[in-house]
């Protein structure tokens, strides 16, 4: 039998999983994802979800978002998910299979998010990273401009945007545009996400028509 040497980036990998707590905590609790912590932690800090909510998850899979959201807002709200990757079934969410930049799909979710009303849209989405930082970051910025455009199109006057962005190239030039689109900005570092990586959170608040 020929045993494969692991490399040192995957022996670190292993290590940093290992010895991670919050994915000890998603073991035990059976959750879907590690980022359902930096969702609950964001909640717990801005008092987002309330029962009857309608909550629109982009870049859902594989569903962690989704599960935190379903036991906040309860039956009566509702759940529209959407991920370019296929997502194992999650009662009572409607789930949609394809990329927000692809601007037939964009027509098609419209055609649905159009018969309700909506009070936050959530975007985790991170495109595929390369390493290389003006490269992840300007495909980061072209998604979070997409997100941005289904947000002033589906929310209310007192909606809130939650999305993930990465600091660095290009990051105040979007939070210019974000501040010019919305009441009350906030960017928050959730203690569960890791130390060494450039994501941050926006929370945005009342969205200026
Ligand atoms: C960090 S994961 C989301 C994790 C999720 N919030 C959870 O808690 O389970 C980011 C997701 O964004 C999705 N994504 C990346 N580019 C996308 C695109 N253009 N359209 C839709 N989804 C996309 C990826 O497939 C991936 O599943």
Redesign the pocket.
């Known amino acids: 039998m020929i045993l494969k040497k692991r490399s040192k980036s995957s022996k670190n990998w292993l290590k940093r999983n290992f010895n991670d707590p919050y994915i000890k905590e998603r073991n035990k609790k059976k959750l ?5 912590f930096k ?1 609950k932690e964001i909640d717990e800090s801005e008092k987002i979800f309330k029962k009857g909510m309608n909550v629109i ?12 959201t379903l036991k906040k807002i309860g039956k009566s709200g509702k759940i529209f998910a ?4 296929p997502m194992r079934f999650l009662k009572d969410i409607v789930f949609f299979c ?4 692809n601007s037939d799909f964009l027509k098609k979710i419209f055609l649905f998010l159009d018969k309700y009303s909506w009070n936050v849209v959530m975007s ?5 990273i390369c390493g290389y930082s003006v490269i992840d970051n300007s495909n980061m910025f072209k ?1 979070s401009n997409i997100v941005l455009k289904i947000s002033r199109h589906v929310l209310s006057n007192n909606g809130y945007l939650i999305i ?1 962005l990465f600091q660095g190239y290009g990051f105040n030039k979007y939070m210019k545009k974000i501040r010019n689109i919305f009441e009350l900005v906030k960017i928050y570092k959730p203690n569960a996400s890791r130390v060494n990586s450039r994501e941050v959170f926006i929370i945005a608040y009342g969205c200026k028509k």
Do not use: A
């Not at 859902?60 to 599960?67: A, Q, R, T, V």
């Not at 959407?82 to 990757?85: G, K, N, R, T, V």
């Not at 394809?98 to 930049?101: L, Q, R, V």
């Not at 985790?124 to 595929?128: A, R, V, W, Y």
């Open positions: 879907r994802s590690r980022s359902w969702l998850d982009l870049g859902s899979n594989p569903g962690g978002w989704s599960e935190y959407c991920d370019i990757l394809g990329d927000i930049s985790d989405i991170s495109p595929n998604l993930k």
